[in-house]
Each structure stands twice: as C-alpha cells, then as structure tokens.
C-alpha cells in the first residue's frame, strides 16, 4: 500500500512541474503525470471530473486525444491537478494511482505526425561551419534570416531506453576516390529540446503566426537526433540530412507542458538583422533550459538552451509560412544546442573537433565518436516560479548497438 508522498517544494517533479508521460501496464497503456517520484494514473483520476473534455481524452491510452484539444483545456486540466495534488483530502485515495517511477515502463506519449529539425543555436552552426568550410563564412548567408530546418522521419523516433542499432550505408573515406559500404564509423548524438504541437490541425494555406504560436505549442522533450556524421558528409549536398540522421530519434517519454516554463522565459539574443515582419513577435521568447549530456554515466557537456538565436515560436511560424499544415503530434526540434565554450558543446563532432581531438570518459577511455555499448542521457532542468526552484524534464538515453 502506498503512502502518500511528501514532495518538498524544491523538487523538479513537484507542482510546477507535471510532465505526462503514457506508461505500460499488462492491461495497456495509461496517461500518466510524474508528481515527485512517482507516476500518477490518470486514467484513475479522471473519473472524477467525468464532464470535461480533458478528463475523457486521459481515458485513451496515448496523449493524441488530450494533444489535439487545444490552450484552454490543457490549462484547464493543469489548474485543476495542480489543485486536486495539493488537497489533502484526495490523498488516501489517490495513494493507490501512485506507481514509483523506477518502476514504470515509459511509452512514446503520442504518435508523431511531421517531424522537422531546426538549426538554431549559432555555437552549433559556426563550429559546423568553421569544421566543414575552414576557409568560408562559417555561417551560410540565410543563417540570419531564416530558421534553417528539415524534414525528419516521424516514424523512426523512439521513446527514451530504446537501443540504437549502429546504421550502415555509404561513405566515402577521405582517402578514397569512391564510396565504400558498411556500418557507419562516425555516429555521433546532437542533444536538442523538441517542441510538441497540439491543438486543431491549421488548415492548409494558413498561417501559424509568432503571436499565435503559443495557443500550438503544447510541450517539449528532450530529443537526441542520432547522426551517422559519415553517412551525412557523402550523401548531404545538395538536399540536405537524409540516411545519416533517419535511423532514430530519441525523445524523453515524459512531455513538460509549456506552461511548466513560464518562469524560465529570457529574452532571445539580439536579431541582427532584423528578421522579415513575418518572424517577429512579441512571444517569440528564449528559455532558461540547462542541459547535460553523459556517456556512460560521464557527463561530457553541459549546454545551454538560452542563448538559441531563433525561438520556437519562430521556427513554427517559418514552417507554416506557406501554408503548410501544422496539427497535433507534430514534433520539431531545435537543433543542437551548443554553447561558446568547449564543455557547452552538444555533438562528439564539436567536443572531438571532427574527430580530431579525442575527449576523455570518467573510466579512462576516450571518446572522438561512439562505440558499440556506449549509452548517452540527456538530462535538463529549468529555473520554477519560486526562487531556487527547478522543473525537471525527463530524461532521454539510448544504447549504441553494433551494427547489424
Ligand atoms: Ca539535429
């Protein structure tokens, strides 16, 4: 029997967090919250507020029906959970919903509609830049202008602990006048945030304005776009990523509503220049996420989301300026965060230099790309409502099988 837990105001999971997550039972999959350490059935609560909208979609066994609702409900559902968690009189009954989280088999939350990547930190962009054109402009001349995305496989993203089988395909060895195949030499990760959509499908020929971006952006994750650097070099002129990147995407399995980081909003860096009418608004806004990336249980970097040139209001705003639909399960992601200095990068390409300056695990090993068996989690928190506070995201690893 489990008791009610007390979860002191300091915790990343207490009230001001609240992420949902869908959790696996041998009776199926249940819309869960994660309040302290455990994971709340929502499924069980919802019975008591029968009449709303909400409450009938954490009935369903994934977040598609609760995603597709909209603002108004999805702060609806969080005002009255916030307030049933901190009644004392539901306690004794809702003790017996309660499931320790290292118990719980996370799910994929919702099923991913389109999935676009961005490219918005300038760290990122520069060294990528600086490594691959050493002689160039380490920005392309649109990096200002336009939050550069692509479109991604939506049905190769897999929820945190799923193992990554290391991809094969074509390469071409600087050594070499002609491609080779076999597995990929140079896989590598880009820890990323990715920003879930909900809310009604826009209809095509419309647009998702900065301003209304907010009323679309439902939550975020943390999100590791596995990449073949190898497979990407040979095959990425002039169309962009494709094989090197499709194999998987990792995502967290819990999903943090945007409303959890309200008190992290820190205003974008300077746009200079000044971007088309079209990507300026006034919610268009940075947030203050502190990421951490470990291989193997060695945290190697420690990003920082807050200094991403483009917000998401602007990337969801460029991606349906013409008139593209947007809807429910859309996932886009806002490419690797880096920040200037070394221990702030978020991909072996940049903490390795390409390759070419290997860096060191806490077992002794070093590390210029991944082997076989290694295992990479991100973690991140952001700054609560009350000082000192923090949110927590859940966290997303994966495990580097060899290729097959
Ligand atoms: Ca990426």
């Given at each position: ?16 967090a ?37 409450a ?28 049933a ?31 676009v ?18 002689d ?10 336009l939050?550069?995305?692509y479109?991604?496989r ?37 820890a ?55 194999f ?17 909003r ?18 268009a ?15 190697v ?56 300056e ?29 000082p ?17």
């Open positions: 029997m489990t008791t009610w837990p007390d979860v002191p105001a300091d915790h990343p999971f207490g009230r001001d609240l992420p949902y997550g869908v959790m696996v039972t041998p009776a199926g999959s249940r819309i869960v919250v994660r309040y302290g350490d455990h994971a709340l059935d929502l499924r069980a609560v919802a019975d008591l507020e029968p009449d709303s909208a909400w009938r979609a954490w009935r369903e066994p994934t977040l598609d029906a609760f995603l597709a609702l909209g603002r108004r409900d999805w702060d609806a559902a969080r005002v009255w959970l916030r307030d968690l901190a009644d004392p009189g539901r306690q004794e009954e809702w003790a017996a919903y309660l499931t320790p989280v290292e118990q719980v088999s996370l799910a994929l939350p919702f099923t991913v509609g389109d999935y990547d961005c490219y918005a930190s300038e760290h990122h962009a520069t060294n990528v830049g600086r490594i691959f054109r050493p160039g402009e380490a920005l392309t001349p649109n990096w200002r202008h939050p550069i995305g479109h991604g939506s049905q190769t993203v897999v929820v945190t602990g799923t193992d990554v089988i290391r991809p094969t395909g074509q390469r071409k060895p600087p050594t070499s006048d002609t491609p080779v195949f076999g597995p990929s030499v140079r896989l590598d990760i880009e990323e945030l990715g920003f879930v959509v909900g809310g009604p499908r826009t209809a095509l020929g419309s647009r998702v304005s900065v301003d209304e971006a907010d009323e679309h952006l439902f939550g975020v994750v943390l999100l590791n776009d596995w990449s073949a650097r190898d497979i990407q070099a040979w095959e990425y002129v002039p169309l962009g990523p494709f094989l090197g990147k499709s998987a995407t990792s995502i967290s399995g819990w999903v943090l509503p945007m409303a959890a980081l309200s008190a992290a820190v205003p974008l860096p300077i746009q200079e220049p000044l971007p088309l009418p079209y990507l300026c608004g006034h919610a806004t940075g947030y203050d996420v502190h990421l951490e990336v470990a291989v193997n249980g060695s945290v970097s420690r990003p920082e989301y807050a200094g991403l040139y483009w917000a998401p209001q602007q990337m969801l705003a460029h991606m349906t300026v013409n008139g593209a639909t947007t809807g429910p399960g859309d996932l886009f992601g806002s490419g690797t965060i880096s920040g200037p200095r070394a221990d702030q990068r978020g991909s072996f390409l940049e903490l390795s230099w390409n390759g070419t290997p860096f060191a695990l806490a077992d002794g090993t070093t590390r210029t790309f991944l082997e076989d068996g290694d295992t990479v989690t991100l973690r991140a928190w952001a700054p609560g409502p009350t000192g506070s923090r949110v927590g995201f859940g966290e997303v690893t994966g495990r580097v099988l060899p290729a097959r």
